[in-house]
T-cell receptor
Framework: QKEVEQNSGPLSVPEGAIASLNCTYS??????FFWYRQYSGKSPELIMF????GDKEDGRFTAQLNKASQYVSLLIRDSQPSDSATYLC??????????FGAGTILRVKS | DVKVTQSSRYLVKRTGEKVFLECVQD?????MFWYRQDPGLGLRLIYF???????EKGDIPEGYSVSREKKERFSLILESASTNQTSMYLC??????????????FGPGTRLTVL
C-alpha cells in the first residue's frame, strides 16, 4: 500500500504565478516531511523540511503541514522557468528512513 | 557542503554479470541508503545501513546485496544482473542525531543498463 501520494502532473503554471504542490500520507504518526526537487537526469536536492503544523517559509518556498488531515503542500511564489522540475514529497519513518511519493512534474511557462 | 559521490554516472553490463556500485560520503554520516528510481514508481529503498557492517533490507532487496566495511563507503552489489535491474540507482547519506530533521543527501546517481 502506497504511503505517500502525489498527483503526477504535469502541473503547468505561467511564469510569475504561484505553483501549489500537494502530498498526502497514510501514517498518522508521521512527524517530519521533506520536499526535494529533481531536475531531469539529476539527483534529488532538498528544498526544505517541516515538522510542525502550519506554514514554514524559505525565500519563494512555503511548506504547509496539516497533520489532522495528513496533508503537506509546497507553494512556490513567483514561479520561474528554472523551477520546472519534478518535486518529491517524502515522509520520515522509523530508522531515519524516508518514504517518497512518485513526484509531481511542474512546468513553468514563460 | 555534504558531498556524496558515486563511482559511475553511466554503466552498461550484460545479463548475468556481477555489478558493483560504489558510494562514498565525506560528512561522517552514520546512515547510508541505496535506492532505485523508475518512471512512475518514484524512489524505492533497496537497502540501508545505520553503521559500519550493519545493514537492513529495504522494500525491494531481492537480487541485491550490500557491503559497508568503512563508515564513508557503501557498496551495492548485483549478484547476477538481469534486464529488470536496468534503472537509475541513487545513493544517499544522512546523519543520525535522533532529530526528526536529519536529512538525506543524494549522490549524482548511476544509470545502469543491463543488456
Amino acid at each position: 500500500q502506497k504511503e505517500v501520494e502525489q498527483n503526477s502532473g504535469p502541473l503547468s503554471v505561467p511564469e510569475g504565478a504561484i505553483a501549489s504542490l500537494n502530498c498526502t500520507y497514510s501514517d498518522r504518526g508521521s512527524q517530519s516531511f521533506f520536499w526535494y526537487r529533481q531536475y531531469s537526469g539529476k539527483s534529488p536536492e532538498l528544498i526544505m523540511f517541516i515538522y510542525s503544523n502550519g506554514d514554514k517559509e524559505d525565500g519563494r518556498f512555503t511548506a504547509q503541514l496539516n497533520k489532522a488531515s495528513q496533508y503537506v503542500s509546497l507553494l512556490i511564489r513567483d514561479s520561474q522557468p528554472s523551477d520546472s522540475a519534478t518535486y518529491l514529497c517524502a515522509v520520515k519513518v522509523y530508522g531515519n528512513k524516508l518514504v517518497f511519493g512518485a513526484g509531481t512534474i511542474l512546468r513553468v511557462k514563460s | 557542503d555534504v558531498k556524496v559521490t558515486q563511482s559511475s554516472r553511466y554503466l552498461v553490463k550484460r545479463t548475468g554479470e556481477k555489478v558493483f556500485l560504489e558510494c562514498v560520503q565525506d560528512m561522517d554520516h552514520e546512515n547510508m541508503f541505496w535506492y532505485r528510481q523508475d518512471p512512475g514508481l518514484g524512489l524505492r529503498l533497496i537497502y540501508f545501513s545505520y553503521d559500519v557492517k550493519m545493514k537492513e533490507k529495504g522494500d525491494i532487496p531481492e537480487g541485491y546485496s550490500v557491503s559497508r566495511e568503512k563508515k564513508e563507503r557503501f557498496s551495492l552489489i548485483l549478484e547476477s544482473a538481469s534486464t529488470n535491474q536496468t534503472s537509475m540507482y541513487l545513493c544517499a547519506s544522512s546523519p543520525y542525531s535522533g532529530s526528526w530533521t536529519d536529512t538525506q543527501y543524494f549522490g549524482p546517481g548511476t544509470r545502469l543498463t543491463v543488456l
